[in-house]
Every structure is written in structure tokens, then in C-alpha cells.
């Protein structure tokens, strides 16, 4: 009987164990429901925060990329409007008398020549960013304006014509566009141009804009009033030179691209109206650092010849490209930077000046195939830019020579 009645003990002690557990367990679970249930009131708010910031972060990224995407990965411009807007106008012609180098008169009869010298890339300031110590505007304040252009002004002065593109403002605004680069200076340091016997300055870049609309009008001022010629976008000039009408006209193609043929039909068509003998056209198109131009440059080049030009001349890669003839007038895709401002210690300072005489007789041309190339280095210093471009002598002139004959056989390529 004992034996039994242990039995029952036994199995009543294990069911209230039991009971035990299962209300010990139920408390358990009710407490880590309980913790479960705060925890995530605390949490969910910083979850909801991190999704939010993340969703935030998604989106921000999306419309940067599309903005960058839409103005071609770089800065947000004010050329492209510029741009349109010349298109839309009808392009402005002005004839200005160019006297140079014109000590013995010219008879009628007689044939006349002219030596064109173009230069590339001339920012003549500096980005608010920059070191002052070893920017261009440092080396204006310490040397002046006659700094610059010492050990090229003599090749200068010996030209007709010498043209530039000028890349940057000369403005005292402190509207700066929303962009990487901005270059500006002092209306006076038009000087280092018109003191060095350049006499006219395309204005249709990515630069020419840099401080806003006032920022344009201002370096327009600043140059005309230094003498200095300048032209771009609907803006064309006719020069008059030795009794040779000369047309300039610069085509910014980095906005448009292949559009832009229907402003260079204009702009040509207006300076052959006006009288033009002889057409120079600038752009301001291509890819930075690449050696080669690329299918839009040549498409457009070809298509500014055929339509009356006579000489292409281009910038903005920063590098040289090569030369081409086509249809008896010279293009040069890129001729580098030159006095420049935009970098105190660039990779690449190979330059050139390209020149090209005409002449003519009668007002008719007889002779256009005499061209000189001189390379040049955009510094005078090995180690550093010190924005004073020298022409090269040697085996560095001999090197760049080659390269630029490199260049050029990869064009046709």
C-alpha cells in the first residue's frame, strides 16, 4: 500500500512541477513580449528615420545624377543660353579698322599679305578656391601685366593678327555661378593682352559666363576698352586689315553639338554678306585631355569649310590635337592652353601658336598654304606654372613637333 501511495505523490508532485513551469514560462514569454514591445517603440522611430534619411539619400543621388547628366556632367552654365539665344538672333556684324604693322603703304595692285597667330586656352584670374601664393593673379601683382607674354610678345608683334581665347571674366562681380571652376579678375588685367599685341579674343566658352550675365558684359567692356577685340556666339566681327576684310566669328559646341551647324551657316553667311575676304572661325568643342578630335569636331569643321571658312581653329581639351587640310583650308583641332590661369601645376604644358599667311591681290586670294607651327611650353619653369608661355627650342621643340605629327596622322585613322 506504501508503495502505491508513493506512486500518487509522485505523480501529483511532477504535475503541480509542471504547473510550476508552465506559469514560469508563461511569465517569461508575457515578460519578453512586454520588452519586445518597448523595444520596438524605440526603435522604430530610428528605423524609420535611417529609411527615410536613406530614401532621402536615393533620391538626392537620382536628381544629382540626372542634373549631371543633363548639363554633360559638368558645371551649370549660363553659355547654353547664351548660346540659344544667339541662334535665335539674327548674328550682329561689325566692321572695325585694324591698322598693324603698316609703316609702307600698300599700292593698288600690289599683293598683300597677312599673318594670322592663334593661341588657345588664356585665363587670365583665378578660382576663389585656389592658393593666392602660386595663382595667376599672384604673379600679376608682384610682376604687372608685361610679365606674361614676354617670351612670345616679340613673335607677336611681327603678325597682323594674334587671336586668343579668352576663358574666364574680368569682373568684379560676386555673383559665382554654381559650378567646379570659376575664374575671374580685374577689368585691368585686360592689359597683359592688348600690351602684348593681341588684338582680339573669342568669348564663346564654358567660362565666359563664370560670374553671371553682368560678368560677360563686364569682360566684353574690359577688353573693347583695352583695344582688344572680341567676338562669340552671335557676335561677329569684321576686321579691317591692310584693305583685307577679315571675319571672325566663335561657336560654343559643348551645349549643342552637331546643332551648332545651323549657327556657323548663319554666322558665315552674315560676314560673306558683309563683305568678308577671309574667315576665321573659332570652337570651343571636344573632350578634356583627349589627344584626338573626336567625330562631332571633325563633322563640324568639315561642314564650317564647306560653308566658306578658312581657317578652323579650336580649344578646350587643354591638350594638343592635331592638324588637318580639308578642302584647301587648315583645321586645328586644339591648340592647348597658353597663358593660364586655370591650373598652377598642370600635367600636360605642350602649346603651340599656330600661325597662317594670305595673301591676296585685287581682293582676290592667290596664296594661303604658308603656315608655321611654334611649340611652346604654357610655363617657363620646369617644376611649376608661372603662367609665362616660352617658345621651344631643340629636342623639346622637336618632341612636340612629333606629337602634334602624331596627332594628326590619327585623324585620319
Not at 603698316?102 to 592658393?131: I, K, N
Not at 574680368?170 to 585691368?188: C, I, M, V, W
Not at 560677360?216 to 583695344?227: F, I, K, S
Request: aromatic content about 8%; some cysteine.
Amino acid at each position: 500500500m506504501s508503495g502505491i501511495k508513493d506512486a500518487k505523490r509522485n505523480r501529483k508532485r511532477r504535475r503541480r512541477n509542471r504547473r510550476i513551469r508552465l506559469v514560469f514560462y508563461a511569465i517569461l514569454l508575457i515578460c519578453a513580449a512586454l520588452v519586445l514591445i518597448q523595444g520596438i517603440r524605440v526603435v522604430a522611430p530610428k528605423i524609420g528615420n535611417a529609411v527615410a534619411t536613406l530614401a532621402e539619400s536615393i533620391k538626392e543621388a537620382s536628381e544629382k545624377k540626372a542634373e549631371a547628366k543633363k548639363d554633360s556632367g559638368k558645371d551649370k552654365d549660363l553659355q547654353a543660353e547664351a548660346d540659344e539665344k544667339g541662334e535665335e538672333a539674327e548674328p550682329e556684324v561689325e566692321v572695325k579698322p585694324l591698322v598693324i604693322n603698316t609703316d609702307e603703304p600698300v599700292f593698288s595692285g600690289e599683293p598683300v599679305s597677312l599673318t594670322v597667330s592663334s593661341m588657345g586656352d588664356c585665363t587670365l584670374g583665378t578660382d576663389e578656391g585656389f592658393a593666392h601664393s602660386t595663382s595667376l593673379n599672384a604673379y600679376y601683382e608682384q610682376h604687372g601685366p608685361d610679365y606674361f607674354f614676354q617670351h612670345v610678345r616679340p613673335i607677336l608683334e611681327q603678325d597682323d593678327l594674334s587671336i586668343v581665347n579668352m576663358e574666364g571674366t574680368l569682373t568684379g562681380s560676386e555673383n559665382r555661378q554654381d559650378k567646379t571652376y570659376a575664374f575671374k579678375a580685374p577689368a585691368e588685367y585686360a592689359s597683359i593682352l592688348s600690351g602684348s599685341s593681341v588684338e582680339a579674343a573669342n568669348l564663346a566658352n564654358n567660362h565666359s559666363y563664370d560670374y553671371g550675365e553682368q560678368s560677360y558684359t563686364d569682360t566684353v567692356q574690359a577688353l573693347e576698352n583695352a583695344g582688344i577685340i572680341t567676338f562669340g556666339y552671335e557676335h561677329i566681327k569684321i576686321l579691317d586689315i591692310k584693305g583685307v576684310k577679315v571675319g571672325l566669328t566663335g561657336i560654343y559646341e559643348l551645349a549643342g553639338h552637331l546643332d551648332k551647324k545651323s549657327q556657323i551657316q548663319e554666322n558665315i553667311k552674315a560676314l560673306k554678306a558683309a563683305g568678308a575676304q577671309l574667315i576665321i572661325i573659332n570652337f570651343h568643342w571636344g573632350i578634356e585631355k583627349e589627344y584626338v578630335p573626336n567625330d562631332i569636331q571633325k563633322e563640324l569643321a568639315h561642314y564650317a569649310v564647306d560653308q566658306g571658312a578658312d581657317l578652323v581653329i579650336g580649344h578646350h581639351p587643354h591638350v594638343l590635337q592635331g592638324i588637318e587640310k580639308y578642302n584647301g583650308a587648315y583645321i586645328a583641332y586644339s591648340l592647348g592652353n597658353f597663358c593660364f590661369g586655370g591650373n598652377s601645376n598642370p600635367s600636360d604644358t605642350d602649346s603651340m601658336i599656330f600661325q597662317q599667311t594670305f595673301t591676296f591681290q585685287n581682293g582676290e586670294r592667290i596664296m594661303d598654304d604658308q603656315i608655321q607651327i611654334i611649340p611652346c611650353s604654357i610655363t617657363s619653369s620646369s617644376d611649376k606654372n608661372d603662367y609665362c608661355p616660352v617658345p621651344l627650342e631643340g629636342e623639346e621643340k622637336q618632341r612636340v613637333l612629333d606629337k602634334i605629327n602624331e596627332y594628326s596622322q590619327k585623324i585620319q585613322s
